[in-house]
């Protein structure tokens, strides 16, 4: 998985979503290592791709404010193939959570137009 730096030093990742009719939708998402979900994505997109609603949760935002949100299911292209993965709708940009990066490498070259690169952990023999 690849993405970029952008002027203001956001991670940009560009990813490829399904939907549970197999909709898909391509979005840019920004790494958030403060978010400890898979993804976040607007009510719009969650629309867009008919996501198949799973429950109510809560999420931390901003300033640890705790706030009610739903969650879905969607499928997004990562570095082993399609994965079925839960995203939190919250009224924001796309956001990248630290569980969706679990077991990953991120590198990032921290310059404008900067290289960001996500790889799988081998594991150890």
């Avoid at 898909?24 to 898979?38: H, P, Q, R, V, Y």
């Avoid at 690169?117 to 594991?123: A, K, V």
Wanted: glycine residues 8%; charged residues 25%; contains cysteine.
């Amino acid at each position: 998985v690849k993405g970029y730096v952008i002027e203001s030093r956001e991670v940009i990742v560009p990813l490829v979503l399904f939907g549970a009719d197999e909709t898909s939708f391509e979005i840019d998402a920004a790494l958030d290592t403060g978010a400890n979900c898979e993804l976040t994505l607007p009510p719009e997109a969650l629309q867009i791709l008919n996501a198949e609603f799973l429950r109510e949760d809560q999420a931390a935002v901003a300033g640890d404010e705790i706030i009610g949100c739903r969650v879905f299911t969607v499928s997004v292209l990562w570095t082993s193939g399609k994965r079925t993965i839960e995203a939190f709708e919250l009224d924001s940009i796309p956001l990248i959570g630290m569980k969706l990066l679990e077991s990953h490498r991120l590198t990032i070259d921290v310059v404008d137009g900067g290289e960001v690169s996500i790889q799988p952990l081998t594991p150890a023999n």
